[in-house]
Structure formats: C-alpha cells, structure tokens
C-alpha cells in the first residue's frame, strides 16, 4: 500500500486525540467531573489507534520473504 493513507490516517487520529485532550481539559476547568473520565478515555483510544496504523504501515514497508 502506499504511504499517503497511512500518513492521513495517523495524523487524523492523532489530531482527533490532541482535541479531545484538550477538551477533557476544558470540562475539568469547567467543573463537569462526570464526562472528563469518558472524553479522556476516547482521547487515549484516538493515540492508540495512531500508533497501531503506523506499526501497520512500517510492517507494511518492510519486504515480503515469500
């Protein structure tokens, strides 16, 4: 496959986790404790899945031994 999906991919889910982490921020300054477990949650979800893609995409680089 070729790079630009992957790179795309990560740095969307990236980008996606970024803003919810800040949100998260934004809800605990504001006092709505109840949501900020949940908004934090996703965020972290949003970098793991960034970092699975680019795991994806480097054992998609390497070459195949067939």
Same mark, same amino acid.
């Given at each position: 496959?070729?790079?630009?999906?992957?790179?795309?991919?990560?740095?969307?889910?990236? =980008?996606? $986790?970024?803003?919810? =982490?800040?949100?998260? !921020?934004?809800?605990?300054?504001? $006092?709505?404790?109840?949501?900020?477990?949940?908004?934090?949650?996703?965020?972290? !979800?949003?970098?793991?899945?960034?970092?699975?893609?680019?795991?994806?995409? =480097?054992? @998609?680089?390497?070459?195949?031994? @067939?």
């Amino acid at each position: 496959m070729r790079q630009a999906p992957f790179m795309a991919m990560a740095g969307a889910t990236a =980008a996606l $986790g970024t803003v919810l =982490a800040f949100f998260a !921020l934004q809800l605990r300054a504001s $006092g709505y404790e109840p949501y900020v477990e949940s908004v934090t949650t996703f965020s972290m !979800l949003m970098f793991a899945t960034s970092a699975l893609v680019v795991a994806t995409w =480097a054992r @998609d680089g390497r070459r195949r031994s @067939d």
